[in-house]
T-cell receptor, first 113, second 114 residues
Framework: QQQVKQSPQSLIVQKGGISIINCAYE??????FPWYQQFPGKGPALLIA?????SEKKEGRFTISFNKSAKQFSLHIMDSQPGDSATYFC????????????FGQGTTLQVKP | ETGVTQTPRHLVMGMTNKKSLKCEQH?????MYWYKQSAKKPLELMFV???????ENNSVPSRFSPECPNSSHLFLHLHTLQPEDSALYLC?????????????FGSGTRLTVV
């Protein structure tokens, strides 16, 4: 079964630091790579997404870096804040034009004040 | 409010009970999904509905039975569940079933089977 492998499982960062979460995918036909943020008691919320025609996408303090040849993509959170403490999931489309997503295992981020 | 509402938020049921989870989206989306979220596991896709038609059953046991009466409502009917079915059940919707613009998730129903 196709997978998306996410690491690390948990991450502790000091306030103001950079948080980096990595994902690797298997299928070169995947063409949509979102990141979701989930706070306790809430469902995941779309944070930022990228398509493979670009190598980087930035929205505020959040950046996705995409390496098509390595089949990897990562989320960078600059100037991490305690309010960023949450669980982050990467995902990719199961196959082109299906709208179905498979998710990584999740990374629990704690930003210490 | 995310635009996707799930009820109830919490549910405790015995293994012989029958209950239903409800999902409603107010976004005008055409695709709806059920996912299961268990501790230490990735979100597992259960069912996909596109334009009210079921297009995916991801090898889900028959004790889970989905229903989509219209594009705005999605149900998950539960019967004779097992303790290992305890999890957070998430409903999501997306604008277009064939183009990915991201999902909108509800807050989930926390199900405990006793």
């Amino acid at each position: 079964q196709q997978q998306v492998k996410q690491s690390p499982q948990s991450l502790i960062v000091q306030k103001g630091g950079i948080s980096i979460i990595n994902c690797a995918y298997e299928n070169t036909a995947f063409d949509y790579f979102p990141w979701y943020q989930q706070f306790p008691g809430k469902g995941p919320a779309l944070l930022i997404a990228i398509r493979p025609d670009v190598s980087e996408k930035k929205e505020g303090r959040f950046t996705i870096s995409f390496n098509k040849s390595a089949k990897q993509f990562s989320l960078h959170i600059m100037d991490s804040q305690p309010g960023d403490s949450a669980t982050y999931f990467c995902a990719s489309e199961v196959s082109s034009n299906t709208g179905k997503l498979i998710f990584g295992q999740g990374t629990t981020l704690q930003v210490k004040p | 409010e995310t635009g996707v509402t799930q009820t109830p938020r919490h549910l405790v049921m015995g293994m012989t009970n029958k209950k239903s989870l409800k999902c409603e989206q107010h976004l005008g989306h055409n695709a709806m999904y059920w996912y299961k979220q268990s501790a230490k596991k990735p979100l597992e896709l259960m069912f996909v509905y596109n334009f009210k038609e079921q297009t995916e059953n991801n090898s889900v046991p028959s004790r889970f039975s989905p229903e989509c009466p219209n594009s705005s409502h999605l149900f998950l009917h539960l019967h004779t569940l097992q303790p290992e079915d305890s999890a957070l059940y998430l409903c999501a919707s997306s604008q277009d079933p064939f183009l990915n613009y991201g999902y909108t998730f509800g807050s989930g129903t926390r199900l405990t089977v006793v």
